[in-house]
């Protein structure tokens, strides 16, 4: 089975079912999509002020226009996102699990980041600072949570989770 690493928060929000789309400056590989992929919490520290500001935007969406615009730009389910959040920033909270394995989903045939703006009745979808990652958004459908997450170092791009054949007992 493949494997994804994505940076926290947003790979606790794929499997809290709070981020539908995994965005990414390139198309997923044909043969991939439809296929179950491990959602892998990469090793990087979660950026806590990005976070914060996530955090802080949809949990007062409704407060102002420009607010809720921005709300909408992340295509986040907002009442899904907001634990997740919060465990990712606020210093008390139980900290996101880092460079494991937390699940998996279904990887949808990639769509335009423009047209899923659109659906989101935005300009631009993007749900980090990085405005060159949201040219192509990877649907992630049928999760399944983990019951405890396993610890792995990931890579970039897509990679072989290990059978659990592979492990030398």
Same mark, same amino acid.
């Given at each position: 089975?493949?494997?994804?690493?994505?940076?926290?928060?947003?790979?606790?929000?794929?499997?809290?079912?709070?981020k539908? +789309?995994?965005f990414?400056?390139? !198309?997923? +590989?044909?043969?991939?999509?439809?296929? *179950?992929?491990?959602?892998?919490?990469?090793?990087? !520290?979660?950026?806590?002020?990005?976070? #914060? +500001?996530? +955090?802080?935007?949809? !949990?007062? *969406?409704?407060?102002?226009?420009?607010? !809720?615009?921005?709300?909408?730009?992340?295509?986040?389910?907002?009442?899904?996102?907001?634990?997740?959040?919060? $465990?990712?920033?606020?210093?008390?909270?139980?900290?996101?699990?880092? #460079?494991?394995?937390?699940?998996?989903?279904?990887?949808?045939?990639?769509?335009?980041?423009?047209?899923?703006?659109?659906?989101?009745?935005?300009?631009?979808?993007? $749900? #980090?600072? *990085? $405005?060159?990652?949201?040219?192509?958004?990877?649907?992630?459908? $049928?999760?399944?949570?983990?019951?405890?997450?396993?610890?792995?170092?990931?890579?970039?791009?897509?990679?072989?989770?290990?059978e659990?054949?592979?492990?030398?007992?």
């Amino acid at each position: 089975m493949k494997a994804l690493t994505i940076w926290q928060p947003w790979a606790s929000l794929i499997m809290a079912g709070a981020k539908p +789309y995994e965005f990414r400056r390139w !198309k997923a +590989y044909p043969s991939l999509v439809g296929q *179950r992929i491990v959602i892998h919490a990469a090793a990087r !520290k979660i950026d806590r002020e990005e976070a #914060s +500001y996530l +955090y802080n935007v949809l !949990k007062h *969406r409704n407060d102002c226009d420009e607010l !809720k615009a921005c709300a909408a730009e992340t295509c986040l389910f907002a009442e899904k996102a907001l634990p997740v959040l919060g $465990d990712a920033w606020f210093p008390y909270r139980k900290p996101l699990p880092l #460079s494991c394995g937390l699940g998996t989903a279904i990887l949808g045939d990639p769509r335009n980041g423009l047209e899923i703006a659109e659906e989101f009745g935005v300009a631009r979808a993007n $749900d #980090s600072d *990085r $405005d060159d990652h949201a040219n192509w958004g990877w649907p992630l459908t $049928d999760i399944e949570l983990w019951d405890e997450p396993i610890p792995m170092s990931g890579k970039q791009g897509f990679w072989n989770w290990p059978e659990p054949s592979d492990f030398e007992l």
